[in-house]
């Protein structure tokens, strides 16, 4: 019930949408913006999810944030075009998931991602010189092929992530972990494959998980407003970053649109290179 005297944010539902690779800044934002939802005492979060995946760490801090946040409020997450690997991985935090028919999703599993440039460093003769402390400290090094011990150690590395994105689909989806296991193995499927196999909840819309949320928090679907829920910015933010994104979107729209998306793929490459990943891989 609503009463007269609760704030907007209460009358509200919260939103927060998680675009793009999730790390570093990525999760800096989502964590914030979780905090918020709470600060402000939101009946209840929408949790819009358009990524391919992102960071082992980051993608298991978000979802234990979310995991504390549903303690106290409902939480409905929305897949949007694509939610896969991490993308999958936080959905787990909401109490129920919504996915378009058309949705990619999937790409359960880990994978550890690096560079072997030795032949071409010795065609420019390139050599380094390394000094370390253990035989393992440059461990995947790209100037040298892995030993047989290194890979023993990665894949056991990459075995004891992978069984931990396994128990956290199975127990957030009340599924054994052998039948996750069954498509947990890298493939992607559609939200309507998901549904089959238990991954979401319901084929919808964002709307659709609007109207959920409202419902779950004992709101009127037709009226419960949507709040946008951003990381707080300071006083000289607020001025300059929106002015002149403004002013750079009319002069060249282009441009801006082609330097966001090439600042998303450098932040990406450089937060995640040599790290262990969930990704959607076309």
Sequence with gaps: MVWPFQSRSQKSIARIEVSGAIAGATRKAVLEAIERVEEKKFPALLLRIDSPGGTVGDSQEIYNALLRLREKVPIVASFGNI????????????????????????SIGVILRGNNIERLLDKVGVSFKVIKSGPYKDILAFDRELTDSEKSILQELIDVSYGQFVRTVAEARGLPEEQVRSFADGRIFTGEQALELGVVDRLGTEEDARR?????????????EVQKIEPKKSGIQKFLPGRNQSLLSQVFPEATSNLQTVTNWLEFEISTSGLPLWLYRP
């Design 212 to 224: 959920w949320a409202a419902e779950l928090a004992d709101l009127d679907p037709e009226k419960a």
């Design 83 to 106: 939610s896969a690997s991490g993308g999958v991985y936080i959905g787990m935090g909401a109490q129920h998931i919504v996915a378009n028919p058309g949705t990619i999703t999937g």
